[in-house]
């Protein structure tokens, strides 16, 4: 018996969808093996220009952080050789390495 290509790739379909679906159903928590650590003001960093206010560079509105960077922006602090950035940091972790997972809720 001849399977046509068209019957070979909706069999082929079919068994991605199935295994999707079962993935979907039994896959692994993504937050297994993670440990939650609040985000508060006193873990809560920011590093901006050093030479902008920090009003011109962040934004907290209703538990949205919106940040900004321009390519001509000075670095966090004055003689560093980073690029520019704004960003924020958390405290008391170390994050050049490992696997680190951030979830907004």
């Not at 928590?29 to 985000?39: A, C, H, I, K, Q």
């Not at 920011?46 to 209703?62: C, E, G, I, M, V």
């Not at 900004?68 to 950035?85: A, E, I, L």
Request: glycine letters at 6%; proline letters at 7%.
């Amino acid at each position: 018996m001849m399977v046509s290509n068209c019957s070979t790739l909706l069999i082929i379909v079919a068994v991605v969808v199935c295994l999707k679906d079962e993935w979907l159903v039994c896959g692994a928590d993504p937050t297994d093996g993670f440990s939650e650590v609040p985000l508060t003001d006193d873990t809560f960093d920011l590093q901006k220009p050093f030479n902008t206010p920090l009003s011109h560079r962040y934004n907290d509105s209703d538990g949205i952080h919106s940040f900004w960077v321009y390519t001509n922006d000075k670095p966090f602090k004055p003689g560093s050789s980073t690029r520019p950035r704004t960003e924020v940091r958390i405290k008391g972790h170390d994050y050049s390495s490992g696997i680190w997972q951030f979830e907004v809720s």
